[in-house]
Each structure stands twice: as C-alpha cells, then as structure tokens.
Nanobody, 127 residues
C-alpha cells in the first residue's frame, strides 16, 4: 500500500531552519506531484508548496516564498522542504501529499487534488 512518512519536524527558535523529509513507498514516485500542506490548531489545512514530477516546476504560498524551498529526489522516492527564517506563524503540523500526474510540469495547490497523505510532522517555532 501507499505510504508517505514525514520527518524532520521539531522545536526551533524564530529565525532558525528545519528540513522536512517525506519518504514515499508503494507508488511510482516519479509519476506524482508532491505537495506540502500545513495545519495549525483551529485552522484549516493550507497549501505550502508543491513540486512537479520532473522537479522543474515549483509553487509556493505567498507566506513562505523566499524562505522555503521544495525539492525532490526521484531516485530516493523522497521530497523535501527546506524551511529557513522560520516564524512563529509557521508553527503547524506539516503534511506531504501525492497527486498522480503524468504531466512533467504540473503542480497543484488544491488539497482535493492529492490522492495520498502522510500523517504529518509537528513544527513549532518559538518567539
């Protein structure tokens, strides 16, 4: 079965950095757009970033542009989110999602497009 397992979350001070990882199994990883979403307590899940199957196209929420970088390694079936200059408002549970797409340049910021989800990893940024 398909599994997405996030890791790399933790507690960090404002201005610090974290790198999240999402390891995928049970699917043909190169055929999936990968996305990161986050959900803070009492709020809806929101889009953070996505990367196309080829890795050539990326998309970011305005709130993280210039601070976060998404990249993938299709040989390792993994997607990463490098988060720099973290702010307290970045605190949330971060989820990775997989969206089956044969297009090499497509990305999606819509939660409903994603077929599979991990269980999330907690990121807490202290002020």
């Amino acid at each position: 079965q398909v599994q997405l397992v996030e890791s790399g979350g933790g507690l960090v001070q404002a201005g610090g950095s974290l790198r999240l990882s999402c390891a995928a199994s049970g699917l043909t990883f190169k055929n999936y757009v990968m996305g990161w979403f986050r959900q803070a307590p009492g709020k809806e899940r929101q889009f953070v970033s996505a990367i196309s199957t080829s890795g050539l196209s990326t998309r970011y929420a305005d709130s993280v542009k210039g601070r976060f970088t998404i990249f993938r390694d299709n040989a390792k079936n993994a997607v990463y989110l490098q988060m720099n200059s973290l702010k307290p408002e970045d605190s949330a549970v971060y989820y990775c999602g997989a969206d089956f797409k044969l297009s090499i340049d497509y990305t999606s910021n819509s939660e409903g497009d994603y077929n599979y989800w991990g269980r999330g990893t907690q990121v807490t940024v202290s002020s």
